[in-house]
């Protein structure tokens, strides 16, 4: 059993900043996907961004592109999501995800971990 527990997330004003940071434990392979999802107050759960640990190939969704950073440190079983330059829109509830197809996906039925989900808030 793998176990996904998100970190980072909180209120930031329109422009700032935040880290969030997904911790695994427990089965963790290189071959595996780590992803970002988030769902916003009456929308449906969406694709972010997504890294393979094995060589750090990263995916993005357009609606974040030049302001989301996905890394990871393998050694850690860590993902990151730098969010920057944060927009009123990009309130969400923000999910971890695992996803052992060694490609990355962004359909959220791909992915068979998930972890508890961080809150984040930017106000205009």
């Known amino acids: 059993q793998v176990q996904l527990e998100e970190s980072g997330g909180g209120l930031v004003q329109a422009g700032g900043s935040l880290r969030l940071s997904c911790v695994a434990s427990?089965?963790?392979?290189?071959?595996?996907?780590a992803a970002w999802f988030r769902q916003g107050p009456g929308k449906e759960r969406e694709f972010v961004a997504a890294?393979?640990?094995?060589?750090?190939?990263?995916r993005y969704a357009e609606s974040v592109k030049g302001r989301f950073t996905i890394s990871s440190d393998v050694a850690k079983h860590t993902a990151y999501l730098q969010m920057n330059n944060l927009k009123p829109e990009d309130t969400a509830i923000y999910y971890c995800?695992?996803?052992?197809?060694?490609?990355?996906?962004?359909?959220?039925?791909?992915?068979?971990?998930w972890g508890q989900g961080t809150q984040v808030t930017v106000s205009s």
């Open positions: 995800a695992r996803s052992p197809t060694r490609r990355i996906r962004t359909a959220a039925t791909e992915y068979d971990h």
């Open positions: 427990g089965w963790v392979y290189t071959n595996d996907v």
């Open positions: 890294i393979k640990w094995s060589d750090s190939t990263t």
